[in-house]
């Protein structure tokens, strides 16, 4: 394998001319790129943040509810009732769920989803308002499957966990003790494939319906 | 390499022909059409800085392909760190080596895979399925082909070709001793079908093998854009994970991801997210409750790092979006197949002669009207009709072209450069056709050129031509 | 508007490439009911007036150059002398 590795290195060094590997000085300079953060070219975004999350995120058939934090049960079950679903649910963890003293209405599962998971509430690590994406970030507690398996899926979003770009997120992943955690999932709307007559079809293999739940300030 | 398709000249013509007659094709490919193409537009026009962004896209890419070495060592020690594996593999064979040892070790019966172009490239899958091993393709497009024992027919829409009726049948034919007994029709029972039907494959695979969008060097990290989750589930559930990747697929940090995500899914999809991008860095960690043991990375070379630094090197910025199949008339007209290898369409016209060979590939660079709407839409604006043309020249000059072609247009060559001497050569030819066409002002059949005439007249010229009307004085 | 651009020898190299593209563009072009058609590839023009004419549909076909040169009272692409 080592003899792979060597091979095709050196042939991209002959390619790129020179033959030789990087001076120090031009590895120091690409670690220097490695670590600069600044963002490059980003598209313009709206000051209100939470508005045009909300809009993106319904452009691509999601729905959400704003609530205070202490409603969050109430929510969750409002929108279970709608849906006909028993209260049962897979959930994860957060500062926002973690408050949250379930009452004995709901069933509540801390453990992986498996292939009959119906339902998962999960929190996310933020939200990005330029496409109306959600970020969940992998932990003990929020395991990716609860992202995929479930045919509904309910996000607890906490509104000031709102960032304008993509590269806020990197800001705030890099904060955190275990950086990167082996999954983050971007999420922007529900399940679907084109695959069939290019045409969209909503629950492919992840959840049918994403409902976010956005916690004011 | 073992290649099931050859393209040989006569074969891309027979294969044409075949497309072009082949009704269910026509259907399905006539749907398609313009569907991306407008989708793409409209993502463009709602974004004013989308042209500003591939400015940049490219330019990310330039650097890291004039450092990929460097890169590579970088994600290759950061993947380390995280507890994963890189493997490199000089040639698909080498690739399918690696990947069917590792299967081994974990003693893998069953094999689910996200899409992976890469992985197609390598003839992975017959190689899984002779030591035993059950692959499940579980991007639904790329599950329909299987199905259908066929390769994608589209880099990001590998059923395109399918009608529903088609995929009805497949899923009958194949479903039913699963107990899906009834024939369904609607686009909806179709997918919840085969959404019921993988989910018993996905929580039962002992290993997952996903492509990548991006390798990150900054936190060793692969990137799988879809919009089904089918990588997602593939990447976290089998207690292996192995990414597939070619070696130009790793990018420097998270801030150089955020610009190529944002010309992605606007060029492949005409969406402005897919839903689902997901970074994944390695095994599971030791708190973690889920997600794979090991995690493996097989880098595949295949031809690319000779690319480096020569004409054609632009075309290792591809992002594998899709956007100049969708754009390109041929490829609507005859359909992926027709190109007789992996990568269809404008890039797999430039790819095809590169990594697989030119010899058999002389048609693809030539079924080109070098109309340029493949350059024009590219995120990362690679110039894929001039690399066409740069292998035309590669063609002639390895004499890979028929020798009175070559003779004709030497000769042309040599005329168009003297315009006195082009204008009056051609004048006789050009009167003799006015003469036989004048009072139609079109032939209807014309020796030696019969395919043309065929199913169009052939305009003759007109009495007088614009150079001599525009040199006698005719003004408006 | 969508191409067709009909490159050298595109459409003799590739005929039956080139029929089934044109015959959709024709398809488009009558759809659009326009009378007269513009272009800037005299190849493209030519494939697509040597259909409309195989069609028997009088949308006349003219080259961009001819237009801003006035010339557009002469017989267009595909036509007679004595147009019908």
Redesign the interface.
């Known amino acids: 394998?080592n003899e792979?590795?060597e091979?095709?290195?050196s042939?991209?060094?002959r390619?790129?001319?020179g033959g030789e590997?990087?001076t120090m000085r031009?590895?120091d300079e690409?670690?220097a790129?490695?670590s600069?953060?600044?963002?490059?070219?980003?598209?313009?975004v709206d000051d209100d943040l939470l508005a045009l999350f909300c809009l993106?995120h319904v452009a691509?058939h999601g729905t959400y509810e704003r609530l205070p934090a202490d409603q969050i049960e109430e929510g969750v079950r409002r929108h279970l009732r709608g849906l006909e679903v028993d209260p049962q649910f897979c959930l994860g963890g957060g500062p926002l769920l973690d408050q949250v003293a379930w009452s004995d209405e709901v069933f509540t599962y801390r453990?992986?989803a498996?292939?009959d998971t119906r339902v998962a509430v999960s929190e996310a690590f933020a939200g990005v308002s330029?496409?109306?994406?959600l970020v969940m970030r992998?932990?003990?507690e929020n395991?990716?499957?609860h992202?995929?398996?479930p045919d509904d899926h309910i996000v607890v979003l906490h509104q000031q966990r709102i960032v304008r770009?993509?590269?806020d997120v990197?800001a705030l992943?890099r904060k955190e003790d275990?950086?990167?955690?082996?999954?983050?999932?971007?999420?922007?709307?529900?399940?679907?494939?084109?695959?069939?007559?290019?045409?969209i079809?909503y629950?492919?293999?992840?959840?049918r319906r994403l409902h976010i739940l956005i916690i004011d300030a | 390499m073992n290649a099931p398709v050859s393209s040989q000249r006569v074969e891309f013509?027979a294969r044409?022909?075949n497309a072009?007659s082949d009704v269910n094709l026509q259907r399905?490919m006539a749907?398609?059409?313009g569907?991306?193409?407008d989708k793409r537009r409209e993502a463009r026009d709602a974004?004013?800085?989308f042209d500003?962004?591939r400015?940049?896209a490219r330019d990310?890419k330039d650097?890291v392909l004039?450092?990929?070495?460097?890169?590579?060592?970088?994600y290759e020690q950061k993947v380390r760190e995280?507890g994963g594996h890189v493997?490199?593999?000089?040639d698909a064979d080498?690739a399918c080596q690696?990947i069917a040892d590792i299967c081994k070790q974990a003693g893998a019966r069953t094999v689910t895979k996200g899409k992976s172009m890469v992985s197609e490239e390598m003839y992975l899958n017959p190689v899984l399925e002779a030591s035993g091993i059950k692959v499940v393709e579980?991007?639904?497009?790329e599950y329909?082909v299987q199905l259908a024992g066929e390769t994608p027919s589209h880099i990001i829409?590998?059923?395109?070709h399918k009608?529903?009726e088609q995929?009805t049948e497949l899923f009958h034919q194949h479903h039913s001793p699963l107990g899906y007994t009834d024939r369904v029709t609607q686009?909806?029972a179709?997918?919840?079908e085969?959404?019921s039907v993988?989910?018993?494959r996905?929580?039962s695979a002992d290993v997952g093998i996903t492509g990548a969008n991006f390798l990150i060097?900054?936190?060793?990290?692969n990137v799988i854009v879809t919009?089904?989750?089918?990588g997602?589930?593939t990447?976290?559930?089998p207690k292996v994970h192995i990414v597939t990747a070619g070696?130009e697929k790793v990018i420097?940090?998270?801030?150089?991801?955020?610009?190529l995500?944002?010309v992605l899914a606007r060029s492949a999809?005409g969406?402005?997210?897919?839903?689902?991008?997901?970074?994944?860095?390695?095994?599971?960690?030791s708190?973690?409750?889920?997600?794979p043991e090991e995690y493996h990375v097989v880098?595949l070379?295949n031809g690319r790092?000779?690319?480096?630094?020569?004409v054609y090197q632009p075309m290792l910025r591809c992002i594998r979006c899709g956007a100049c199949l969708n754009h390109c008339?041929?490829y609507s007209?005859?359909g992926g197949h027709s190109y007789g290898w992996i990568y269809p369409g404008p890039m797999g016209s430039v790819l095809t002669p590169l990594l697989n060979g030119f010899d058999d590939s002389v048609d693809l660079p030539?079924?080109?009207?070098?109309?340029?709407?493949c350059k024009e839409v590219c995120p990362v604006r690679i110039p894929l009709s001039d690399l066409l043309l740069e292998h035309r020249l590669e063609q002639h000059q390895r004499k890979l072209t028929s020798p009175l072609g070559r003779k004709i247009l030497g000769a042309w060559a040599w005329l168009a450069k003297r315009p006195r001497l082009y204008q009056g050569v051609m004048a006789l030819p050009l009167w003799v056709a006015y003469r036989l066409?004048?009072?139609?002002?079109?032939l209807r059949r014309l020796p030696g050129?019969s395919?043309?005439t065929?199913?169009?007249?052939?305009?003759?010229p007109?009495?007088r031509s614009?150079m001599r009307?525009?040199q006698s004085g005719?003004?408006? | 508007m969508?191409?067709?651009?009909?490159?050298?020898f595109?459409?003799?190299?590739?005929?039956?490439?080139?029929?089934?593209?044109?015959?959709?563009k024709c398809a488009d072009i009558a759809d659009t009911k326009a009378d007269t058609i513009l272009g800037g590839d005299l190849g493209?023009l030519?494939?697509i007036?040597?259909?409309l004419?195989?069609e028997g549909r009088s949308t006349r076909v003219f080259?961009v150059?001819?237009v801003?040169?006035?010339?557009t009272d002469?017989?267009a692409?595909?036509?007679?002398?004595?147009?019908q």
């Open positions: 394998m792979a590795r091979q095709i290195l042939t991209i060094r390619s790129l001319k590997p990087k031009r590895l690409l670690q790129r490695l600069r953060t600044t963002p490059m070219v980003q598209p313009h993106k691509v453990k992986s498996d292939k330029e496409t109306g994406t992998s932990s003990a395991p990716p499957s992202n995929f398996l770009w993509t590269e990197w992943l275990a950086f990167p955690p082996r999954a983050v999932n971007f999420i922007t709307g529900p399940s679907k494939t084109g695959d069939i007559e290019q045409t079809q629950g492919a293999h992840g959840p | 013509k044409v022909r072009l399905a749907k398609a059409r569907g991306f193409v974004l004013p800085e500003a962004i400015d940049a990310i650097h004039a450092n990929l070495d460097s890169y590579l060592e970088l995280n493997h490199w593999a000089r080498e690696i579980t991007d639904l497009g329909i829409a590998p059923a395109v009608t529903r995929i686009r909806e179709l997918v919840n085969a959404r993988l989910r018993e996905f929580v060097a900054e936190t060793g990290s919009n089904e989750g089918n997602d589930l990447s976290s559930l070696i420097p940090s998270l801030e150089d991801l955020s610009v995500l944002r999809t969406q402005e997210f897919s839903a689902y991008t997901s970074i994944y860095s390695g095994p599971r960690r708190q973690d409750g889920e997600g880098l070379d790092s000779t690319m480096l630094g020569g008339p041929v007209a005859i030539n079924a080109c009207t070098l109309n340029g709407r066409g004048h009072q139609s002002g079109v050129l395919g043309w065929e199913s169009r007249d052939f305009p003759t007109a009495r614009f009307q525009w005719h003004r408006p | 969508s191409v067709v651009a009909s490159e050298d595109f459409s003799v190299k590739y005929p039956d490439i080139s029929a089934r593209m044109v015959q959709d493209c030519l494939n007036a040597g259909r004419r195989r080259h150059a001819e801003l040169a006035g010339m002469g017989p692409i595909g036509e007679g002398d004595d147009p």
